[in-house]
Each structure stands twice: as C-alpha cells, then as structure tokens.
C-alpha cells in the first residue's frame, strides 16, 4: 500500500516535533560581573570529554542525556567555574557569571640565576614539546566550525565592483560545517562533512587546518614560543600564577625579541609539573592582516590535554579594504589513543605515574600502551634523557638537548616515511549542502548571533536574483575568447587551452618577422583511468616576410603512475638560436618597438621530432628524443620602431659572438639522452597523474647529445656530456639556500652549428624574466657560448633578515633578502664571476638587485634589476 504524500508530509512533521520536543540541555549567556558577554567561552562536560563554545554575543546552548553532569565553565583571565546540573527532558537555562582570574605573585620560584622565573618553567615546557607533539597516536572528534565577516570599509572605486560579487560594506556573510574527523599520527587527517551552509559563494569543507593547529611546532613559518629555537628569539615574563583543580597554573607574557611577521606576542599559560599548555592567547602580525589566535585545552583521557575551544580573529587590511573574520571552532574528542610506541611514565610527574597495562585496558580508552613498553634503562641517550628530565633546572644548552632527545626517542620507533604523500580525505556527504533549517537548529552547538541570522536570510532572498545572473554570462566571458583560457571544459574527459584573440602570446613584433600573429590551440583528452591524450597546434603568421608557421604536436600519457610518455612532433617554426633560455618574445617586443634593441636571433627550421620519457624507478627518470631538423638562416625584414631614445641601429640577426658560417643553411640529425635521479623523491598521486614534490637530497643529471652526419642528409656530427647536480634545502632559523653546478664538454665537435652550442642562461637586460638560479645577469645574450668545455656554478643564498630587514621599520614586511655568487668558465674565456645583494617582494609586486660582473679580476659590470613576476616569469626594469 502506498502512503499519500499528504500523509507521509503529516509523519515527517510530527516526527520532527518529536526529535525536538526530546531536545534537552543548558542553554544561556555567559557574562563577567560587569553584565559584558565573554565571547567564544568554554563551555565542558569533563565526564564525556566534549562541549561546546559561546557565540560572540556570549550566548550558548549544549545538548546533553536526562543525567547529573559537572558543567565547567572558563576562558582567558576569568576563573574556572565548575556546576552540578541535572538535566531534565527540556532545556534549562543557566546564565553564569564569571569572575575576573586574579594571579599569585608570592609562590614563585626562585632561580639560581636571578633571571625571571618565567625562563625556568619556558625550559621545562620547551624541552617536554617534542613528547606533547607525538603523545596521541589516534583519535577521532566531532567538530563544529564557524566563519564569521564584515567588510568594515570598501573604497569608492571598488564599491561597485565588489558589489556585483555580493560583497558590500557593512554585510556579513557566514559559513557552518558540522564534521567528523580521524585522525592517526603521521597519516593524512580524514574528514567526513555532515552539513556546510554558507551565506557567501564558498563552503568550507574541511575544518582540518584549525583542528591540527598546534603550538607544539611552527606553523606556516611562524616560530612557536615552545620551539627549540624560542630562546633566541622571545622573552618571557612570569605575569602570576593561580590554581585551578588542585594544580598550578602559570601565565607567561611571549615578548619577541625583534619586529618580524614569523612571531606571536601576548600569553601562554603552562600548568606546573607536566609543563603543557593550558590556554593559549597570541597575536600574530602580518603585512596585509593581523591575527589572534585563542585556544583552551582540556583533559580528554589520561595525561592528555588537547585544545577542545579555537577562536580565530583576522583583520584584514588590503588596496584599502578593510575586513573582520572570526573563526569559531569546537572540538568533542572519542577514542584518543596515547601513543604506544613511547614510554608515558618517563614524562609524567610522579604524582601521577601512569596505571598498570592492566588497568588502561579496563578504561573507555583501549590500548593506551604498548604490551612491551620500550625499555628506557638500557641505552645512554635514555639515561641521559632521564637526567635532565630530573634535574630542577636546565640552562639553554640542556633544555635544547633534552628536546632533542625526546625527539629522537619518539620518532625512533616511526616508520620510514613513505614517498607517496597522501592527499587530505575530505569526503562530503550528499545531503551536506542542502540541510534544512530545522536540522541547523537542532544540530548547531553555538548559536547564531543576530547579524548571522540575517546572513543566511539575505542570502535566501537573493539566491534566485543570483542564479539568474549566473545564467546571464555568456559563452564568451566561459571561453575566454579575448584573452585566452587555461582551461575550458567542454565535458567530463574533454578541455580546451588557447591564447584568445588578444592573449599576451597573440600579437610579438622582431625585426626578422615584422608583427607576427600567433594562435596556440590545445586539446586535452583525460580518461577515466588517468591516461591522457593531448593535440597541441601553434600557428603564426609573419606580416613582413609573409609566411605562414605552423607546427603540430601530440602526446600520448600511457601510464600515468609511472610518467611514461610518448610524444610526436613536426612542422615549421621560427626558432630563437639559445632555444632553451633564450629572449622571451614579448620582452623583445617592447626592447625592439621602443629602445631599438632586437635581442633575439633566430632561424627557421622545418622538423620531425619523436620523444619518450618515462620514470625507471621512483626518482629515476629516463627521457630519450630523436629530431630531423632542415635549418634555414634568416635576415632582418623591418627596421621599423616607435622610438630610438639613444639613437642606436638594429644589429643583423646573426649572433655577435657567432661568425656567419655557423648560422647558414644545414640538416641536422639529433639524439638527446637525459638520466637524472633524486634520491627519496616525495610524489602525490592526484586525479590519477603522478605528480613530483619534494625531496631532501639533492638531483643528479646527465644529458648527452649527439648530431649524426649522413642520417637523412644530416651535415652535424658532434657529441657532448654534461653532468650537474641541484637542490634547495632550508636550515632551520638560518635560511633557505639553493644551488646549482655543471660541467661538461664536446668530445666530438668536427662540424657543429651555432644553434647547437651549449648556450648558458644570459639576461643583461633593463627588461627581463626575472629571477633564475642559473641566469647570469651580466653578461650578454649568446655570449660565451662554447662547443668545448664548460662550466658553472651558481648559489644562492635567501633569509628574512640579512641587512634592511634589521631596521625597525622594515621588520613586518615580507621582503626577503638574497646573496647570490656565480661563475662560468669555458674554453679560450677568462673565467667570469657575478656577485649580488637583492630583495624579493618589494610591496609584493618586484624584486630589487645590484649585481656586480667580473671577468677574471677585471670589473666589467655593477648595475641594478628590478622584476616584476607575472604569471611564472618575471619583467625586469
């Protein structure tokens, strides 16, 4: 029998009215004695390890079983306050009042140095991090996020602008999500989103960021005032103390040392004997935002305190637009597990030694230790950490070591890390987005204040006026008919990439082609299985010798976790003479239009090219390839320019360090072979591609390339090895460096063309592509390029703080500074040398350098670069 849809309608009703009329709980305001609201409080059910937190109007509402509960009540400066509650089967109210946490300042400890006692409890918390960073294997929570904003100013001229993408000054606009995590130590977080609503255009799926914020390590660069390194950079200052169930409670002021946007300020408060954090309440500063950040730890099984309460306050201030966003967090952990690979009882106080194996197992928390401990008696490093462990007081020295100890204690029994890098699992669930109201009010543990209410009925009032609008944008603006699209789908397996009618790669001017009009059109074919198929076509049309270029290219991935690929090519194109880093087209545009300067030299070349790469191995990669191509020599067509300011005539397109004889008319045959092998090379595999990451050893090549006389008409014979080797890598609190060598020679060079030279990375110019390791900026195009031995070296060396960073009024910007040293040696040449000082991200728009150039101890060049990155390369001034 089938139910009427007026009757199930009536069923679906009651069955609502049932859920919520059993809703049972607290609900009230938490206020300070004066009648004020104190945001974002804590509210906590220690027996169920789980809670809640008060909106930002102090307001706050808590589901819990018809039981007696002991309710705790706090947040920062305000004393802890604990209820008995008995929950009926309806919602109480239970407004509460907290008092303002006055702090001892007589029970402080003396130290023997007479230096602030903060320094000695600092010690003892920084040195036991490392243990409070690895002490949970696994757990999993429930989590309620909240992202609260305003614009708060907007600048007239952007007003409209803004507008037409909802945001207006003064309106709010709010984001919800309700999930379930798991987490496992070492191990991407897994995160199941219940329901997500948002008032804006964005959701945000995964609360993952917020949920593993931890003090116990750096976080995006910002130095922790518990790091191994917090010495060097903070001060402390002991503010008081106060105790709170049975135990001391010590809060200290953070001071940095220096100005900078790597540092907090404000206050931890560290509990006495196990040196773990209680609450934490620091601001941080950047450029374009300043940030506080607020957590409260609380017991959620034995020995293990975790942040239970996240409240994050953002003011962004950027080209005048000011904004407010708050970000509200809750926490309610289930199955923390201690982790069994280390030995708890060395950490804990003797005042509360960990239970017998016997007695965790009969606890709610399974398996909290391993069956066979691991045994701190035998080895010196565990006798040594016992050591320090005890001792009363650690000077800097033994504080450092004892971190490095525990360290090593707690990732001695981890497992290798394995090279692939598992992508976040943030699976959403399919009702997620499209919750009613009455689940959010049954289901939301913090209130909504009244500017959110608002929010989300705005948005309901403009939903259809939006779709609408949405509907309106044209095939043209989806496209990107005018300046080109990195990727246009056209359906699940099919893309599109062009260069539009009026792309930056469209319209190049030289004076071998004149205007040259280039249309780049690519097809992309991705299967279900991850295997790709590409069709590549490039066509140009040179205006002055009016002729038509056009080369094909196609590609075919065959096996995606391995790279392996094969690749087809063939056509006629116009090529720069330095292929492989020569004079970016659009740069020589503007030098040649308005400088008369015409940098690029070129040929023309009608070719067939067949390559294969493929990885051998995990970080051995093989890449094989095979040309034929006719060379052509070119001459200039135009001499025309919009301005000559230094009166200068166009050169011809021949190389000036290149003689005639090497740029006429030939065929070559080429073979290329590169092996190059990065140790423990870290990948990810995503949408089914293998994609490359990091490692943290250095990369290994070797290139060998031959010309063949006589395979079809060839006239190049010649072969050439080259070996270098590369790596960036970051020292922690000293700096980023980055290097790269190579050397290598012709040993067969009887007939070679200037196009197969081994040409170096040359970018004199006023107008650049910015910043390369391997670019030499002093020297001149297809200068020292050589068929005989080479070599190079390049380092560089990059830090927050080197020299203008260290004036007061410098320190919170992002500018980072570099020192750089090269050279270049090649037969029949002295060797060259280039030395610089530069600054990146100046106003986050260029890059700043003078650079010096000798040839051997002959001063040849200083001078100034100024790039402006944009879209991967850089434009230098």
Known sequence: MIMSNQRLTTLLILLLFSIVARAQGIRGVVTNKEGNPVPFAAIYVPSLHSGTTANIDGEYQLQLEQETYEVVFQYLGYKQQSLTVDIGNTFQKLNIVLEPQYYNLAEVIITASGEDPAYYIMRKAISMSQYYKNQVSEYSAHIYLKGSGVVKKIPYLLRSTLKKDGVEQGKYFVSENISDIQFKLGEPLQTKVISMQSSGNENEAS???????????????IISPLSRDAMQVYRFKLEGSFTEDGQTINKIEVIPRRKGPDLYSGFIFIRNESWSLHTVDLKVSQKMF?????????????????????????????????????????????????????????????????????????????????????????????????????????????????NKLIKLETNASKPKKPLEVKQLNTDVADSAKIRPVDYWQQNRPVPLTVNEVKSFEEKSDTTDVNDTTHKKKTWVSRSGLWFGSSDVKLNDHWKLKHNGLFGLSTFNYNTVDGLLLSKNIKVIYDAIDGRQWTLDNKTSYAFERKTFNAQLETAFLYHPLQRASVKLSGGRTTSDFNAEQGVLPLFNSITTLFFTQNYLKSYEKDFVKISYETDITNGLVLSVGM???????????????????????????????AVSSLVKNHRAFLLDVDLSFTPRHYYEIKNKHKQMLYSNYPTFSLHYRQGIKGVFSSDSRFNSLEASVKQTFNIRMIGRFSYFVSGGTFMDNKQIYFADYRHFNNNPLLINDGKKIDMFRTLQFYENSTNKQFFQAHLEYEHARLLIKRLPFMANSLIKETLFAKTLCTSGNKPYYEIGYGLNQVFLLFNAEIVAGFSGSHHQYTGVRISIPISGGTISL
């Open 207 to 221: 609360p993952m960021q917020f949920v593993i914020m931890s003090l116990y390590d750096d976080i995006n660069g």
């Open 290 to 402: 300043d940030a506080t950040i607020r957590q409260v730890y609380k017991p959620v099984s034995k020995f293990v305190w975790l942040p239970v309460s996240h409240d994050f306050d953002v003011a962004v201030s950027v080209m005048g637009v000011e904004l407010e966003y708050k970000y509200l967090v809750s926490v309610n952990y289930n199955n923390v597990k201690l982790n069994p690979a280390i030995d708890h009882n060395l950490y804990q106080p003797e005042s509360s030694e960990m239970p017998e194996i016997a007695e965790v197992k009969n606890q709610s928390i399974e398996n909290q230790v391993s069956k066979t401990l691991p045994d701190t008696t035998g080895t010196i490093q565990q006798q040594k950490m016992k050591e320090l462990l005890a001792r009363q007081e650690l000077n800097n020295k033994e504080m450092r070591e004892l």
């Open 627 to 657: 040309e034929y191509a006719d060379r052509r020599q070119l001459d200039n067509h135009t001499d025309f320019s919009v301005s000559n300011p230094f009166g200068d005539a166009f050169t011809s397109n021949i190389p000036v360090f």
